[in-house]
């Protein structure tokens, strides 16, 4: 999966962009209260899209 795909499946699901670490970008679900990273890759394993999804308490894309 594409990162910017995924990016925006999850502000498309109320995820907020948080801050940015030295090899990732750190999201938010504030109605959750759950926080997950997303890795700088231009292409991101579909097993770990799958686990950031779970993370942030987000449907699966």
């Given at each position: 999966m594409k990162r910017r795909d995924l990016i925006r499946h999850l502000?498309?699901?109320?995820c907020e962009f948080f801050r940015e670490g030295k090899k990732h970008t750190v999201y938010i679900n504030r109605a959750s209260g759950k926080c997950s990273t997303v890795p700088r890759h231009k292409d991101v394993i579909d097993f770990t899209a799958k686990k950031i999804c779970k993370?942030?308490?987000?449907p699966l894309p």
């Open positions: 502000e498309k699901h109320g993370d942030l308490e987000v």
